[in-house]
């Protein structure tokens, strides 16, 4: 005799119930992903795309000497449904992606040139490891991994310019920098909350404010 057990399986996205399902950006209408054009329509080109091939020119003033180049479903339309995006991050020496996390996505980090301390940390009710940071040197031909929704960052500690691939298993990851989240919403979060939570006076809160 079978006994057949339901054993649950996570996916970022929804199985897709077509071949494909190219947004159709035009639209106004807001669904769990985009409405999609006639795939009758559809030509090679929709499938290709070229936005990721050319690293991106960073001012030395600029705050945090980084840019990222995203490929999610808004960014190429092909993408809808099929649960997977793309960013190219391009850092020069001592550049920093700031703390952030994708609410919607695991993230595998794949460096193309340079090396970078690539890192996160660890939820705070996880009771094998609550807070604990996970974070190395990562060099051209390695991979790191964040798990899906951890604050993670990464920071080019060498002298010539590093950059990635990262492969997200969403077609729409959600991004949340915290810097941006917390000390530039709109409208602001009260200041009082602020400064007791991350012990400062008012005037540091627009210096933490990085974007």
């Given amino acids: 005799m079978f006994i057949l057990v339901a054993s649950p399986v996570q996916v ?17 209408s807001f669904f769990n992903g985009y409405p999609c054009k006639d795939p009758t329509t559809a030509v090679v080109e929709d499938f290709i795309f070229k ?46 992606i700031a703390p952030h996390n994708h609410n919607l ?8 040139a340079g090396e970078l301390y690539i890192g996160f940390v660890a939820n705070s ?9 996970f974070a190395g040197m990562v060099k051209a031909g390695e991979a ?3 798990p899906r929704g951890l604050v993670h960052f990464q920071m080019n500690n ?23 989240t917390l000390f530039a919403a709109q409208p602001a979060v009260d ?4 400064t007791r939570s991350f012990a400062v006076d008012q005037s540091a809160l627009s210096d933490l404010a990085l974007f």
């Fill in 191 to 194: 200041p009082a909350m602020l």
């Fill in 105 to 112: 996505a695991t993230e595998l980090v794949f460096v193309t």
């Fill in 12 to 28: 970022a996205d929804p199985d897709p119930l077509q071949d494909f399902y190219i947004a159709d950006l035009s639209q106004g």
């Fill in 158 to 180: 060498g002298t010539i310019n590093a950059s990635t691939i990262n492969f997200l298993n969403s077609h729409n990851p959600g991004i949340s920098f915290l810097p941006l």
């Fill in 51 to 96: 936005g990721l091939k050319d690293a991106s020119i960073i001012s030395d003033e600029s705050p945090c000497g980084a840019a990222a180049t995203l490929a999610f479903a808004r960014h190429w339309p092909a993408l809808n449904t099929l649960g997977v995006s793309l960013v190219r991050l391009d850092l020069i020496s001592s550049g920093v």
């Fill in 125 to 133: 009710d996880d009771v094998s490891a609550p807070n604990k940071l």
């Fill in 144 to 146: 790191f991994v964040i």
